[in-house]
């Protein structure tokens, strides 16, 4: 079994940042795929960022060059750093993780952008 366990949600103001770590334990020889989804209020969830074992990433269109995923493999960790934060980036956060094409999620952290 793989847990994932997020931290770094809260409030913040518009304009703000936030990062996000999600840690990986269990049984782990070597983790495919990290990242993160999100998922607001009345909507579906969607992917943010992910990043592959040799470092690619992916994101969705409306937070590059506001948000930046890395890991640290070393520590099985994945992070997201979150930049100019807008209202419309108000959502619980999921972190995501494939492991020989198995996906594990975390419980999710609540990220909320608000004055």
């Known amino acids: 079994q793989v847990q994932l366990v997020e931290s770094g949600g809260g409030l913040v103001q518009p304009g703000g940042s936030l990062r996000l770590s999600c840690a990986a334990s269990?049984?782990?020889?070597?983790?495919?795929?990290m990242g993160w989804y999100r998922q607001a209020p009345g909507k579906e969830r969607e992917l943010v960022a992910v990043?592959?074992?040799?470092?690619?990433?992916t994101s969705v269109d409306s937070v590059k060059g506001r948000f930046t995923i890395s890991r640290a493999n070393a520590k099985n960790t994945v992070y997201l750093q979150m930049n100019s934060l807008k209202p419309e980036d108000t959502a619980v956060y999921y972190c995501?993780?494939?492991?020989?094409?198995?996906?594990?999620w975390g419980t999710g952290t609540l990220v909320t952008v608000s004055s």
């Open positions: 990043i592959m074992d040799g470092g690619r990433t």
């Open positions: 269990g049984r782990i020889v070597s983790i495919n795929v």
């Open positions: 995501y993780a494939n492991l020989a094409g198995i996906s594990y």
